[in-house]
Nanobody, 125 residues
Framework: QVQLVESGGGLVQAGGSLRLSCAAS????????MGWYRQAPGKQRELVAG???????NYVDSVKGRFTISRDNAKNTVYLEMNSLKPEDTAVYSC???????????????????WGKGTLVTVSS
């Protein structure tokens, strides 16, 4: 079993900053891609930022230049540094990770996507 737990959400004024963390734990052999998604009330979930194991990143246009995704492979943790926050950034932020787990006969041949439960970010105007 693998668990992802997010932390760092909260209430912040427009223009402020927050740093989200997502730690993976359990029977982990390796983690490939990791990402942050968000879902605002009444809207579909969208990919905010993604990062490969080697560190290549991608961002949705609306956060480019303001958000930075990073990871610590030794800690199985992904981060999202959010600066210059806007009210439209208000959403539940969730992380996901493609995880190869340990099986009875060694590591799994392919990864499975796991999700955290999410953390609420509220940006007041």
């Amino acid at each position: 079993q693998v668990q992802l737990v997010e932390s760092g959400g909260g209430l912040v004024q427009a223009g402020g900053s927050l740093r989200l963390s997502c730690a993976a734990s359990g029977s982990i052999f390796s983690i490939n891609a990791m990402g942050w998604y968000r879902q605002a009330p009444g809207k579909q979930r969208e990919l905010v930022a993604g990062i490969t194991r080697s560190g290549s990143t991608n961002y949705v246009d609306s956060v480019k230049g303001r958000f930075t995704i990073s990871r610590d492979n030794a800690k199985n943790t992904v981060y999202l540094e959010m600066n210059s926050l806007k009210p439209e950034d208000t959403a539940v932020y969730s992380c996901n990770a493609e995880v190869r787990s340990w099986g009875f006969q060694g590591p799994a041949s392919s990864g499975i996507i796991y999700w955290g439960k999410g953390t609420l970010v509220t940006v007041s105007s």
